[in-house]
């Protein structure tokens, strides 16, 4: 009798046990749920506009799905050299164009952002990045390209050798279709340069 009376008494305490669990595990429960926990997936390099009314947020070109190359006139029988090395410091990407034109003939280098598709940017009014270059008077034309390739370009030169944050509107690149943005394009050409240079370009975005 007494046995059974012992069987009982562990049994009660088993089931005290998991009712105790059960509260513990009902009271978490209603903490998180009653709390915003979420991990932030936005990219260092992503910031937000505090001029815009719609807070829009810049878009890195990271952010879009593509690839990120450098190309050369050599490629195509004409001169020209480019090589690119793509770092990621101070939470911003950064790449430095090394190239080499020729003197005796025509040719060209540069790199590309090739988006995969189409890219809507018509909510954005500028393109902004940091450059630096080897010397004064240096110069890089920028282009933007639309999926059915047109394309246009604005030229920029260096003042210096220290890095230079550029803003360029959009609405410059006459005729590319913001609606479907395929390319942004760096390029170099014997028509302006020439020789061994590098060229150092980060935190490509765009900004409403």
């Not at 305490?13 to 009271?27: E, F, K, N, Q, R």
């Not at 040719?107 to 988006?115: D, E, R, S, T, W």
């Not at 920029?156 to 943005?181: C, Q, R, W, Y």
């Amino acid at each position: 009798m007494s046995r059974r009376r012992s069987n009982l008494s562990r049994n009660q305490m088993l089931t005290l046990i998991i009712a105790v669990v059960a509260i513990i595990a009902t009271i978490i429960v209603a903490f998180i749920s009653g709390h915003d926990w979420f991990q932030d997936s936005t990219p260092a390099s992503t910031v937000t506009s505090s001029n815009s009314s719609n807070n829009i947020t810049s878009l890195a070109m990271e952010q879009v799905p593509g690839i990120v190359v450098s190309y050369a006139g050599s490629e195509n029988n004409m001169g020209g050299t480019a090589t690119l090395r793509k770092l990621f410091r101070d939470s911003v990407h950064t790449y430095i164009l090394s190239y080499e034109l020729p003197t005796d003939k025509e040719g060209y280098a540069g790199f590309v952002f090739n988006f995969d598709h189409g890219e809507n940017v018509s909510k954005y009014r500028e393109i902004e990045f940091t450059i630096q270059f080897q010397a004064k008077d240096k110069m890089i034309d920028l282009y933007l390209k639309d999926i059915a390739a047109i394309k246009d370009s604005v030229r920029v030169t260096s003042t210096g050798i220290e890095p230079t944050e550029i803003s360029i509107k959009l609405e410059e690149f006459a005729g590319v279709n913001l609606n479907a943005l395929k390319e942004i394009i760096f390029d170099v050409n014997t028509t302006f340069e020439s020789g061994f240079q590098e060229i150092i370009v980060g935190n490509v975005r765009l900004s409403p």
